[in-house]
Nanobody, 125 residues
Framework: QLQLVESGGGSVQPGGSLRLSCGSP????????IAWFRQAPGKEREWVSC????????YSSDSLEGRFVASRDGPKNLIYLQMSDLKPGDTAVYYC??????????????????WGQGTQVTVTS
């Protein structure tokens, strides 16, 4: 069953910005921590960012140097990933992930039960 749906991917030039969205037809995203992962061609899936349940504290991979930030829109039941100053190395399929009722962020894929189908982000000149 489809639990999470990502959108907002596309092609952008280096230095540009994109905002990804993660929604769910079944889960109330306010009630769980949500994470973003990405997978580039030929590479392992890696953790990108996360937002805690309730407190909405956010965390991002140190390697991103503050360029990516997760946020929450409760009334719309959406989680966003705002990406700025995009680089070719950010090219990947981006996934959101949830584990119903999870309170705190986790950085392992095994921390999450539900995954979206992914949205492609391509950074190229």
């Amino acid at each position: 069953q489809l639990q999470l749906v990502e959108s907002g991917g596309g092609s952008v030039q280096p230095g540009g910005s994109l905002r990804l969205s993660c929604g769910s037809p079944r889960l109330t995203l306010d009630y769980t921590a949500i994470a973003w992962f990405r997978q580039a061609p030929g590479k392992e899936r890696e953790w990108v960012s996360c937002i805690d349940r309730a407190s909405s504290a956010t965390y991002s991979s140190d390697s991103l140097e503050g360029r990516f930030v997760a946020s929450r829109d409760g009334p719309k039941n959406l989680i966003y990933l705002q990406m700025s100053d995009l680089k070719p190395g950010d090219t990947a399929v981006y996934y959101c992930a949830a584990d119903q009722g999870r309170y705190r962020c986790g950085r392992r894929q095994s921390d999450y039960t539900y995954w979206g189908q992914g949205t492609q982000v391509t950074v190229t000149s």
